[in-house]
Structures are given as structure tokens and as C-alpha cells.
């Protein structure tokens, strides 16, 4: 099982990004989606996911901002970024907690995609 991310980018502030994470191998079922973002020298933090429930979670700092989504027809999660700013600058990765049938119940984390707000 392989999480590829996609979309970062350099945008200046105010501007929109879509990231999208795709998963292939054979998942079978899927307990979790997430996002964080990490900056060097700081601690991986939450941005936003999709609980047991199926409801989205955003961390305060980016709630009315960004926006969570997933296509399970295409194995794909996303994170809607409007109105970035420069404190929104950090590598991002997505994560889900997954099980399949080699692997069984487990985390997994794609390779990290970066975004540079600059003001």
C-alpha cells in the first residue's frame, strides 16, 4: 500500500490550493484520513480528517479555510486550501489508518508535499 500526494506548489497569499493524496494497493477498509503539515524543527500537527464517523475535523487555524474531501471511487482524499497564508507554509502529508489483507490493520503516510505562502 503507497499514499502518493500531489499539488504543492509556491502561491502567494490569499491564493487557493487543492492537494490531493492517492492510495493504491489493496485497502480494503479505511478508519481514518488525515492531513497534517510539519515545518523543520517542529512537530507533525493535525490539519484536518475524517473520523470513525465520517465527520471532518479542522484544526482551529485553518476551520472555514480549508476543506476536506475524499473519492473513494478513485482511492483519493483532498484538502481544499483557500485564503493561504504564509503561516500556512509547511510540508503536508496525508495519512489514513487502514486495513489490508497483507498488511492488516495499519497506519500509512504519503511522502509529503510542500506549499510557500509568501506575503
Known amino acids: 500500500v503507497q499514499l502518493q500526494a500531489s499539488g504543492g506548489g509556491s502561491v502567494q497569499a490569499g491564493w487557493s490550493l487543492t492537494f490531493s493524496c492517492c492510495s493504491s494497493g489493496s485497502i480494503t477498509e479505511i478508519d481514518a484520513m488525515n492531513w497534517y503539515r510539519q515545518n523543520p524543527g517542529n512537530q507533525r500537527e493535525f490539519v484536518a480528517g475524517?473520523?470513525?464517523?465520517?465527520?471532518?475535523n479542522y484544526a482551529e487555524s485553518v476551520k472555514g479555510r480549508f476543506t476536506i474531501s475524499r473519492d473513494v471511487t478513485k482511492n483519493t482524499m483532498y484538502l481544499q486550501m483557500n485564503n493561504l497564508a504564509p503561516e500556512d507554509t509547511a510540508t503536508y502529508y496525508c495519512?489514513?489508518?487502514?486495513?489490508?489483507?497483507?498488511?492488516?490493520?495499519?497506519?500509512?503516510w504519503g511522502q509529503g508535499t510542500h506549499v510557500t505562502v509568501s506575503s
Open positions: 495519512y489514513v489508518f487502514a486495513f489490508s489483507p497483507a498488511t492488516r490493520w495499519k497506519p500509512f
Open positions: 475524517f473520523g470513525t464517523s465520517g465527520t471532518a
